[in-house]
Nanobody, 113 residues
């Protein structure tokens, strides 16, 4: 089974930074990988994608503040989050863009004002 495990969340003040990690049980080289976030009661939204070509894309709400990267040798995807805002508070998940893997438990990010 394809599994992912997210880590690195926490409580941070507005304007602060966090770095999230996503360790995959499969080779991420074959997949476009994404970071998603979900607020209770709302749908899970894709916020950043890293494609097999190396290109990245971002939701408008995080563009210029978040950076997605990956270590293919370690099958790990990262999300560097800077200039955090209270609206970034959510549970963050990673998966392939086609949701091929089982969803992990996510990692909670809380940004205080």
């Amino acid at each position: 089974q394809m599994q992912v495990m997210e880590s690195g969340g926490g409580l941070v003040q507005a304007g602060g930074s966090l770095r999230l990690s996503c360790k995959a049980s499969f080779s991420i080289s074959s997949f476009a990988m994404g970071w998603y976030r979900q607020i209770p009661g709302k749908q899970r939204d894709l916020v950043a994608t890293t494609f097999t070509s190396g290109r990245a894309s971002y939701a408008d709400s995080v563009k210029g503040r978040f950076t997605i990267s990956k270590d293919k040798a370690e099958n790990t995807v990262y999300l560097e989050m800077n200039s955090l805002k209270p609206d970034d508070t959510a549970v963050y998940y990673c998966n392939t863009v086609d949701s091929n893997a089982n969803w992990g438990q996510g990692t909670q990010v809380t940004v205080s004002s």
